[in-house]
């Protein structure tokens, strides 16, 4: 099953190809004097931040300098939950009781809003990051903590996550937008999931990603690694920001959209 069947806010074409779409990416993704991501590149170019909330990477100083600057360049923010994770990067999956985890998503949500708010806007979205996100795909328990967590927060945030996900489907029924999105760099299986990061082929080359986002926003279509190809309805595109080169990557992305004819514009509403 695809995301899609709520209403549709972009823009479309005469073929029903989406011709309004966002580019996220995920940054903050440091810690101390550690620092991962090049979030001030990426914020030049980007329309929405998946903000590291301090569980799997980030911390204060972070996570308030990110918020900052994307205040100041009118990017959309968004908290990356995870779980809590830091030596793994949160790409580990923990077997988490759902109240934890509920209770752990609102914290991180929390945090960062604390951030967003002094520098004069707010967090409007949630999605989460490496193995809970995955995660939340199938995992009925886990993907409902998560939707419980934003409800209970205040209701109004959006939640981003794979199109066809237990979570995008949780969130619709509670009466949440959920946005489903698709990645640039990443390989896709036949059922639509993400190949893992430890299999042949799971990071896409560099070269190749300006056509597969504009694949995805125009066509609604996605090569697989089985050779064919899957529809796949998407609202916002993902450029991993831990990569050595993200800011290229988003840069190309986002030229090679606005030449076929794509507005890139954040999903949230203003």
């Known amino acids: 099953m695809l995301a899609g069947d709520r209403p549709f806010p972009f823009e479309c074409g005469d073929n029903g190809a989406v011709t309004t779409i966002d580019l996220n990416a995920d940054l903050g993704e440091g810690f101390g004097r550690w620092t991962l991501t090049d979030d001030a590149g990426l914020l030049d170019v980007i329309t929405s931040a998946n903000v590291a909330c301090g569980y799997h990477a ?31 990067f ?61 409800q209970r927060y205040d209701g109004q945030l959006d ?13 619709g029924e509670a009466g949440l937008r959920a946005v489903a999105e698709g990645f640039v760099d990443r390989a896709y299986t036949a059922d639509g999931t993400l190949l893992p990061r430890n299999e042949s082929g799971a990071i896409v080359a560099e070269a190749g990603r300006p056509a597969r986002a504009v694949r995805l926003a125009m066509d609604q279509r996605v090569d697989t690694v089985a050779g064919g190809e899957i529809p796949m309805r998407v609202e916002s595109l993902c450029v991993h920001g831990d990569s050595p080169d993200a800011v ?17 514009r954040a999903f949230v509403a203003e």
């Not at 990110?66 to 994770?85: H, K, L, T």
């Not at 949500?109 to 809970?132: D, I, M, N, Q, S």
């Not at 939640?159 to 969130?171: D, I, K, N, V, W």
């Open 248 to 264: 290229a990557t988003a840069r190309d992305v986002r030229a090679a959209l606005e030449s076929a004819g794509a507005a890139i």
């Open 159 to 171: 939640l981003l996550g794979l199109p066809g996900s237990r979570l995008l489907a949780l969130a």
């Open 90 to 150: 949160g790409r580990r999956f923990i077997d988490t009781d759902p109240a934890d985890l509920e209770a752990d998503v609102l914290y991180q949500v929390g945090a960062l809003e604390a951030f967003a708010r002094a520098a004069g806007t707010r967090v409007a979205y949630v999605k989460p990051h490496g193995a809970l996100y995955n995660a939340v795909v199938h995992h009925e328990a886990q993907a409902a903590a998560v939707v419980a967590a934003v």
């Open 58 to 88: 980030g911390d204060p100083q972070t996570m308030d300098r990110v918020c900052r600057i994307a205040a100041e360049r009118g990017v959309a923010i968004g908290a990356q939950v995870s779980y809590r994770d830091l030596a793994g």
